[in-house]
């Protein structure tokens, strides 16, 4: 935790800006602001009519589900890729959406259902290696886009929206915002209070995809393969 | 590698890249997608003029107090539990980097796609040190295991076809199966996830730092980057200078303009910010972080007529239209920066002795200036080069200038152009799904206006949302 050779360096910058060095800095009103216009005014089922749309061009499947039928949607999920190692997010929105319940009567059915434990430590990593499937909630989620972001810690490490080929996040309804724009001011806002940001925020926009070969689109490289978002009506 | 990818002549590498008909068909058809993508993305949000002007705005204001901004930084990763090295030279952050690797006995580096990287040569100071180094990047991948150099920032290895590739993987890393691209993938998929388990530390490049919050931020599409800063114990971030927004409202826009003018896309999938190291509490991430902060012959832009190259973002928009680069392909550069912006910024980074030819790559057409996010004058930099080496004692011989003038001429005639464009129309792009495009906004309404594009047939938010408004005062008042 140290800082090597700030000041020469710094020093060198401001002489070839010709003064001397500068101590703090006003960000300038900008002329112009395009990124506030993008589906302003536009309410949560309309946000939810663009996300929709976008999912059909990020090659990911978009499920709208009630609180009630979640568990029945996480059944459907799994079952239609033959999936049984399921490892998922933890915290409070774990029972906020009663999924402690439904994970405990999908492990009576002979699903093997890990919630990130930091007790367990790294071994929290290998299992997601094996899952099949990681389950997280948005914290923000962008209509534009159709990403989902995720605010990383100690109940949602990063390897459970990366290493399993499904990736599967559940979207309250009451996350959509229009863009990054507000995602960001959120972040911004929090920063100016002191609140500090995560070690690790994730913008997620559908499967992993590479165009490396011959322009080719191909579908699910290094993270997940496949991409489900469940939007779960919370309003 | 360093900034200078060989040794060979550039009127050689020409004609090499000339010679290799693969290549010049899969740099216009890439060319064409990358170009339909970019316009249609740009379309579809709207404003596009008023978006690059913001992002000049953003850049302008950023580099004019570089060295606060990089101070907050600084401060903010320190904070945050990481150590910052400030470099002056490519030796100097090697050199720190390898104490790094040495420290941790680190045996295996796996990285993800770094320019940064590639110009200060951090591998081979890190195979001197005794370790391997994975690129984990499908593209550098498939360069690494081939020992070829890259050929556009975006997709670097624009130049090779699925056979040259599965050849490659045969012969390297005994692979069995076809040339088929998801096959191939999938067979990568594979390999490197052992790479990213065991390896001792991850290298990764920065699109954008954010000064406000010490945070790192990664534009990626396959997932590689968040391997490399999730599994690794120790991750050290390589970051040009000039990779740095104030606070992470001018970061989204920035990164909207990023992976709009790259690849057409509204995101890439993978958008990852990070900050310092893993809290307590968490289990993945690194436990020690690193941010090493080159200068490497940037300062000496700053402060010059030429500041404004250090406001490019990487996007390869400039490249992607260049009838230049159509032709002769990224390698004939002789740079790890091809195409307009490798022309603007190689003699100002590298010095023009090596380079003295590079800014009579290019027709002067400005469909470059046209295309860049933030409104760099690419071709009037050209043309400040061109004047500066005619002043400096005419370092150019008389037929290289020839060659390559007339070259660029050619390559320019709208028979030329339209010839490319008209192939560029035909192929699909491989990251937006539908629709073709109608007349380009700003940026390439001079070049589109020539063709017909199929109207798109979508409503505009805007309408949609007001029909939709209207449908329902009519209900209400049912
Ligand atoms: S110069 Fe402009 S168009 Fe070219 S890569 Fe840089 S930002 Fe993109």
Redesign the pocket.
Known sequence: MTVYNRERFLDQLAGQLGRDRRTSAERPAYSVQPQERVFQGADQDQLLEKLKEQCKIIHTNCLVTTADELGETLRHVWDEDHIQNIVSAGGPRLEAYGLSDIYETMRQDGYHVHVWDEQEGRKNVTTAEKAGAGIVFSDVTLAESGTVTLFNDRWNGRSISLLPETFVAVIPKSTLVPRMTQAARIIHEQEKKGVPVSSCVSFITGPSNSADIEMNLIVGVHGPVKATYIVVDDM | MSIKIGTKTYADRIQEGIDNTFMRHAVSSAQGRFRTGRLKAAEELGDWEDWRTLGEEIRTHTMENLDYYLYQLSEQVEKRGGTVFFAETAEEANTYVQKVAEEKQARKVVKSKSMVTEEIGLNEALEKSGCEVVESDLGEWILQLDEDPPSH?VTPALHKNKSQIRETFVKKKGYTKTDDPEELAAFAREQLRQDFLEADIGVTGCNFAVAESGTVTLVTNEGNARMVSTLPDTQIAVMGMERIVPTWEELEVLVSLLTR??VGQKLTSYITSLTGTRLENEVDGPEDFHLVIVDNGRSKILGTEFQS?L?????????NVCPVYRHVGGHSYNSIYP???GA?LTPLLDGYEDHKELPYASSLCAA?TE????K?P?HEHLIRHREIIVEKEQKTTKAERLAMTGFAQWASTPAAYKLSTKMAGTVLKPWTKDGSIKNGPGPMKAWTAARDFPAPAKKSFRTWFDEREKRREKDDRL
Request: hydrophobic share 60%; net charge positive; glycine share 4%.
């Open positions: 920032i003018a790259a190259a406001h490019c973002i990487r996007c390869a928009a400039c490249i195409g307009p912006i603007v470059c295309a860049c996010p933030v760099i690419l």
